[in-house]
């Protein structure tokens, strides 16, 4: 169960877009969000560069990216790599032709991703090891009343509290760092300050995120947080079917 400010340090994903401000555009169908490392591929660290480009795909990763792409999904691959690695991974995805819409670059490392959010636009889930649609019975948490509407206040207070013991890193589809960052710096939000990273320029939503470290959603809210029971998708180590 995941609670605010546990000593269990998390790597908290925030998105501003129908929190701090209106939505950005919702399509229809999900845009997912997919790990590279560990779950398009073998594990490659930052360290060794050398093996970005000789690692094999995991199996089944592109048939199942060729399946949701064929059934109009915008596929991302958002990745702890940084733009250094831009060259190699992006030959490595059109060698094993991989039909991606993007790379988004530097999402934090370490696993242990925590998603915040408004309305329906997140689910996350963990890969494990083969894509597959098992599904399973979890624990999670959400606040007794949820967020209908953009909240500054109580946004900037969520962001200031998840910070005490956490990573934050906060992302937008809003492109226009400067306004951005102002917009943020007029409710006393200061980079490093009071959160750790901002990614920009994210693709429409909503969003499905896939990573093979632990992964978690929470809608955010007003009043305590609660455990609840609710059914949350968990590719296992079957074979696969993709319905």
Not at 61 to 83: D, P, Q, S
Not at 156 to 161: A, D, P
Request: with cysteine; glycine share 6%.
């Amino acid at each position: 169960m995941v609670v605010l400010n546990s000593p269990d340090r998390k790597n908290v994903m925030l998105y501003l877009d129908g929190s701090l401000w209106p939505s950005g555009k919702l399509l229809e169908k999900e845009t997912i969000l997919m790990d590279m490392d560990g779950v398009a591929c073998g594990h490659v660290d930052n360290e060794h560069p050398e093996m970005m480009k000789t690692v094999k795909p995991l199996p089944y990763a592109r048939e199942f990216v060729e399946e949701k792409h064929n059934m109009g999904h915008l596929f991302y691959i958002l990745t702890a790599r940084t733009y250094e690695h831009a060259p190699v991974t992006l030959d490595w995805f059109r060698k094993w032709r991989f039909p991606i819409d993007g790379v988004i670059f530097n999402k934090p490392r370490g696993g242990n991703y925590h998603y915040f959010f408004t309305g329906e636009s997140v689910r996350a889930t963990r890969f494990d090891g083969v894509f597959d649609t098992t599904y399973e019975k979890h624990n999670i948490q959400a606040f007794s009343e949820v967020m209908t509407k953009p909240d500054p206040n109580r946004t900037i207070e969520l962001i200031n509290q998840l910070h005490q013991n956490n990573y934050v890193c906060l992302m937008t589809q809003r492109t226009d760092n400067v306004s951005v960052d102002d917009t943020l710096k007029s409710y006393g939000c200061i980079l490093g300050q009071n959160y750790d990273q901002i990614i920009y320029n994210m693709p429409p939503g909503p969003y499905w995120h896939i990573d093979d470290r632990i992964v978690r959603a929470t809608k955010m809210g007003y009043g305590e947080l609660r455990s609840t029971i609710a059914t949350i998708r968990v590719f296992r180590k079957s074979k696969p079917t993709f319905s």
